[in-house]
T-cell receptor, first 115, second 118 residues
Framework: DTGVSQDPRHKITKRGQNVTFRCDPI?????LYWYRQTLGQGPEFLTY????????KSRLLSDRFSAERPKGSFSTLEIQRTEQGDSAMYLC?????????????FGPGTRLTVL | AQSVTQLDSQVPVFEEAPVELRCNYS??????LFWYVQYPNQGLQLLLK??????LVKGINGFEAEFNKSQTSFHLRKPSVHISDTAEYFC????????????????FGKGTKLSVKP
C-alpha cells in the first residue's frame, strides 16, 4: 500500500489553457473524492466517484471542469480554458466506503497556478 | 447540511506550552468529526476522529479532542507542544453514509495555523 498519489505535484499554466490532473487511489478503495483548496481556506468538496460512477458534483464544479474514473481505478480531473481563479491546490482522497464510516486518505495534492 | 467554524485563524504558542484549537460545528443529523493536520506543500494527515462512544478521543502525536454534543464543539488539545507541531490544522465533519443524503464528503473549517516558537 503506497497511499494516494497525485500527478503532477505542481502545474503552472497560462490563462485559457487546458490542464489535466491524475489521482491514483489506494488500490482496494472504491470511493474517490476531489477537493479544491484555495489560499487561506479549508478544502472544499468538488466531486466523488463510487467505482467508475460519478455520483455527486458540487456547485463549485463549473462546466469547464470534468472528472472521470475509467474502470474504477485512477481518476483524472480536467479544467478547460483555465482562469486565474482556478489557481488552487487540488486534493484527491480515497476511502473504502463502508456502510457508515468513511475515513478518507488524502494524496499530496496538485498545486495549480494560472498566470 | 453541515458546517464547521474554527474560531482562531492563527495560534502562536511557545514550545512545551499547552494548546487548544477550537472547532464548532452545526448539523441537523448525527455527525462524525475529524481533525487533520497539513504541513507546508503536503496533503492532509488524519490526527484523530470521533465516530461514537467515548467523547474523549486520542490521536497521533499526543493530540486529543473532546466531543461535546450540547455545545456542538470538538476542540483539539495537546498538553505540551513541540516545534514540529507547527502546521495548519483543519476540523472536518461528515454525516454517516446515506444519513440525510450524505455521500461521505467532508466539510472543512477554514483552518488554524499553529505556530510554535522556541
Amino acid at each position: 500500500d503506497t497511499g494516494v498519489s497525485q500527478d503532477p505535484r505542481h502545474k503552472i499554466t497560462k490563462r485559457g489553457q487546458n490542464v489535466t490532473f491524475r489521482c491514483d487511489p489506494i488500490s482496494e478503495h472504491n470511493r474517490l473524492y476531489w477537493y479544491r483548496q484555495t489560499l487561506g481556506q479549508g478544502p472544499e468538496f468538488l466531486t466523488y466517484f463510487q467505482n467508475e460512477a460519478q455520483l455527486e458534483k458540487s456547485r463549485l464544479l463549473s462546466d469547464r471542469f470534468s472528472a472521470e474514473r475509467p474502470k474504477g481505478s485512477f481518476s483524472t480531473l480536467e479544467i478547460q480554458r483555465t482562469e486565474q481563479g482556478d489557481s488552487a491546490m487540488y486534493l484527491c482522497a480515497s476511502s473504502l466506503g463502508r456502510p457508515s464510516y468513511n475515513e478518507q486518505f488524502f494524496g499530496p495534492g496538485t498545486r495549480l497556478t494560472v498566470l | 447540511a453541515q458546517s464547521v467554524t474554527q474560531l482562531d485563524s492563527q495560534v502562536p504558542v511557545f514550545e512545551e506550552a499547552p494548546v487548544e484549537l477550537r472547532c464548532n460545528y452545526s448539523s441537523s443529523v448525527s455527525v462524525y468529526l475529524f481533525w487533520y493536520v497539513q504541513y507546508p506543500n503536503q496533503g492532509l494527515q488524519l490526527l484523530l476522529k470521533y465516530l461514537s462512544g467515548s467523547t474523549l478521543v486520542k490521536g497521533i502525536n499526543g493530540f486529543e479532542a473532546e466531543f461535546n454534543k450540547s455545545q456542538t464543539s470538538f476542540h483539539l488539545r495537546k498538553p505540551s507542544v513541540h516545534i514540529s507541531d507547527t502546521a495548519e490544522y483543519f476540523c472536518a465533519v461528515t454525516a454517516p453514509l446515506g444519513y440525510g443524503g450524505s455521500q461521505g464528503n467532508l466539510i472543512f473549517g477554514k483552518g488554524t495555523k499553529l505556530s510554535v516558537k522556541p
